[in-house]
């Protein structure tokens, strides 16, 4: 139990577009999801934590406007990079915490490459 | 913020050995984790440690914590070449840098 998709897993795109990043808790309703990004050979940083139905808190020095966070239902959050540069190039991964539960359970990741 | 720092950075070690990674955050906290990330791929939840627990066991790991020196540690023992990872802590959603762990047959 408790799995975590992304979708897609991999994505190009060239500068000045949009991506959306899929998160969906399959097995269990996730009452909190977090993103993160991921820098090569770096630790992952928190970039937003979002609840069901409200807005997303974004950490300081994340861009709220460039990352759209999108927590509709119990079990899927979208994180939209908008305008994208090649400096968003990046490995984002999401994670979802059931609502009684410490452990958050993490996806695969997203690897995107804006060129 | 990150949270917790990792220490050794980087550890080499042989198949058989044990491997000890640290870890040291800075403000108090409700529980402690610990997760292994294989290159490029999605996090593993090794192990939850709480606050008022000293110490923690599953399987090979061990994992200590101690609230009045703000640090933890994981103890991997009789180290495969399939536990070669990077290693984190996180408390309360933050990571640390990792240790990046190389065990070699």
């Known amino acids: 139990g408790a799995v975590v998709s992304q979708h897609p897993s991999w994505v190009i795109c060239k500068s000045g577009t949009s991506v959306k990043i899929e998160c969906r808790s399959l097995?269990?309703?996730?009452?909190?999801m977090f993103w993160y990004r991921q820098f090569p050979k770096q630790s992952l940083m928190l970039m937003a934590t979002?609840?069901?139905?409200?807005?997303?808190?974004?950490e300081q020095g994340v861009e709220k406007d460039k990352f759209l966070i999108n927590h509709a239902s119990l079990t899927l959050s979208t994180l939209t990079v908008t305008s994208a540069h090649p400096e968003d190039s990046s490995f984002y991964i999401c994670?979802?915490?059931?609502?009684?539960?410490?452990?958050?359970?993490f996806g695969p990741g997203t690897r995107l490459l804006v060129l | 913020s990150q949270q917790g720092e990792e220490d050794p950075q980087a550890l080499s070690i042989q198949e058989g050995e044990n491997a000890t990674m640290n870890c040291s955050y800075k403000?108090?906290?409700?529980?402690l984790q610990w997760y292994r990330q294989n290159s490029g791929r999605g996090l593993v939840h090794l192990i939850l440690?709480?606050?008022?627990?000293r110490e923690k066991h599953s399987g090979r790991l061990r994992v200590t914590l101690d609230t009045s020196k703000k640090s933890s540690s994981l103890l991997i023992t009789a180290s495969r070449a399939a536990d070669t990872a990077s290693y984190f802590c996180?408390?309360?959603?933050?990571f640390g840098k990792g240790t990046s762990l190389l065990v070699t047959p």
């Open positions: 440690i709480r606050s008022n627990e």
């Open positions: 996180a408390t309360d959603y933050y």
């Open positions: 994670s979802a915490k059931p609502g009684h539960q410490e452990t958050q359970y």
């Open positions: 403000t108090s906290i409700n529980n």
């Open positions: 979002s609840n069901e139905g409200s807005k997303a808190t974004y």
């Open positions: 097995d269990f309703q996730a009452t909190t």
